[in-house]
Nanobody
């Protein structure tokens, strides 16, 4: 089973940028569809972006044009580049790995967008 560890969260001013990383271990990374979800206080967890092994990516409408998801199968890592951050992007961001019959979550990393 894959294990996931997120990093890169923190406090950033509106309009700023952050890059989140999610390192995977324990299984064959290239087999997994990877994703980033987020959960803001009092709200449900929502999909931000996902990417399949070939690199085809899907982004939520709320982040299109601002966020980019990518993966490096040689480093077993998926990234979320977040630009033009807004206060409403404040949330705990979770990395997710899924393959047939199994989904694994990381513990999350907090992103706070505030002046």
């Amino acid at each position: 089973q894959v294990q996931l560890v997120e990093s890169g969260g923190g406090l950033v001013q509106p309009g700023g940028s952050l890059r989140l990383s999610c390192a995977a271990s324990g299984s064959i990374f290239s087999r997994y569809t990877m994703g980033w979800y987020r959960q803001a206080p009092g709200k449900q967890r929502e999909l931000v972006a996902s990417i399949i092994s070939s690199g085809y990516a899907n982004l939520a409408d709320s982040v299109k044009g601002r966020f980019t998801i990518s993966r490096d199968n040689t480093k077993n890592t998926v990234y979320l580049q977040m630009n033009s951050l807004k206060p409403e992007d404040t949330a705990v961001y979770y990395c997710m790995a899924t393959t047939t019959g199994a989904t694994t979550w990381g513990k999350g990393t907090l992103v706070t967008v505030s002046s």
